[in-house]
T-cell receptor, first 115, second 109 residues
Framework: NAGVMQNPRHLVRRRGQEARLRCSPM?????VYWYRQLPEEGLKFMVY????????ESGMPKERFSAEFPKEGPSILRIQQVVRGDSAAYFC?????????????FGSGTRLTVV | DAKTTQPNSMESNEEEPVHLPCNHS???????IHWYRQLPSQGPEYVIH???SNVNNRMASLAIAEDRKSSTLILHRATLRDAAVYYC??????????FGQGTTLQVKP
């Protein structure tokens, strides 16, 4: 079991470009969560998705950010027109259920640097 | 979401037990108590979780107070690799974990 796979591990983008971050959940997990960690800060919830549905996007900025989890393929977090303040580590987690009796498995993250 | 309170930092000596406390006085009856840790430059790692009874696994033990308003994560023999930020989180039925600032554990050789 390969665990939660995130790629790329490191991503450098110039201001104004688009960033696409991918997350493949663990086999059998249909619930995906994205978190952002700014330098020297804690983890902030962004969005919770199930296959083809956004369940909770209360932590995601209203502009430039979007997320999807299609029927086939990985979950994608997309940031359009990146700015320096988007530089952060983005972590994805997955779980087999939305009930609280399951631990979440996190990926190793994507470190986004905007230059 | 109900909140948790943890000390900002703790120190331990290698090979000694570590007790990491967490207060959650507003916990509701259906909230599970989850612990995660984050090693430097890595993603969070699940440690343990429980509802009412104490729990043990290969990584740690979780002691839950009878009134459930506090809990303690116990590392039985700390190693240098246990140096990390430890997060105590209440997992309700919302489907998302809310991370606080956690406890930074330093382990001295």
């Amino acid at each position: 079991n390969a665990g939660v796979m995130q790629n790329p591990r490191h991503l450098v983008r110039r201001r104004g470009q688009e960033a696409r971050l991918r997350c493949s959940p663990m086999k059998g997990h249909s619930h995906v969560y994205w978190y952002r960690q700014l330098p020297e800060e804690g983890l902030k919830f962004m969005v919770y998705l199930q296959k083809e549905n956004i369940i909770d996007e209360s932590g995601m900025p209203k502009e430039r950010f979007s997320a999807e989890f299609p029927k086939e393929g990985p979950s994608i977090l997309r940031i359009q027109q990146v700015v320096r303040g988007d530089s952060a580590a983005y972590f994805c987690a997955s779980s087999p259920s939305d009930t609280p009796n399951y631990g979440y498995t996190f990926g190793s993250g994507t470190r986004l640097t905007v230059v | 979401d109900a909140k948790t309170t943890q000390p900002n930092s703790m120190e331990s000596n290698e090979e000694e037990p570590v007790h990491l406390p967490c207060n959650h006085s507003t916990i509701s009856g259906t909230d599970y108590i989850h612990w995660y840790r984050q090693l430097p430059s890595q993603g969070p790692e699940y440690v343990i979780h429980g509802l009412t009874s104490n729990v043990n696994n290969r990584m740690a033990s979780l002691a839950i107070a009878e009134d459930r308003k506090s809990s303690t994560l116990i590392l039985h023999r700390a190693t240098l690799r246990d140096a990390a930020v430890y997060y105590c989180i209440l997992n309700s039925n919302t489907g998302k974990l809310i991370f606080g600032q956690g406890t930074t554990l330093q382990v001295k050789p």
